[in-house]
Nanobody
Framework: QVQLVESGGGLVQPGGSLRLSCLASGINFSVYAMAWYRQAPGKRRELVATITSARSTNYADSVKGRFTISRDNAKNTVSLQMNSLKPEDTAVYYC?????????WGQGTQVTVSS
């Protein structure tokens, strides 16, 4: 069973930056593709970014050029550097072991972008 613990969320002003981290356990982390998702109030959970075991990355169009996903296999962590934040980025952010598929979600971390 994979356990995922997200951290780093908080309140930030528009244009600001935040770095999220996810600590994974219970899997051979280095062989997994990992992903960040987010869910805003009243919205469906959406895919934000992915990173493969080979560190190939993909991003949703809405965050491309502003967010960067990375991983540290020695620490079993995946991070999301978020720059130029906008109010529409406000959501609970979750990480996921995407490939091979695992059903578990972490508790998420709240990101609020507001003046």
């Amino acid at each position: 069973q994979v356990q995922l613990v997200e951290s780093g969320g908080g309140l930030v002003q528009p244009g600001g930056s935040l770095r999220l981290s996810c600590l994974a356990s219970g899997i051979n982390f280095s062989v997994y593709a990992m992903a960040w998702y987010r869910q805003a109030p009243g919205k469906r959970r959406e895919l934000v970014a992915t990173i493969t075991s080979a560190r190939s990355t993909n991003y949703a169009d809405s965050v491309k050029g502003r967010f960067t996903i990375s991983r540290d296999n020695a620490k079993n962590t995946v991070s999301l550097q978020m720059n130029s934040l906008k109010p529409e980025d406000t959501a609970v952010y979750y990480c996921k072991a995407q490939q091979p598929y695992r059903p578990e979600w972490g508790q998420g971390t709240q990101v609020t972008v507001s003046s």
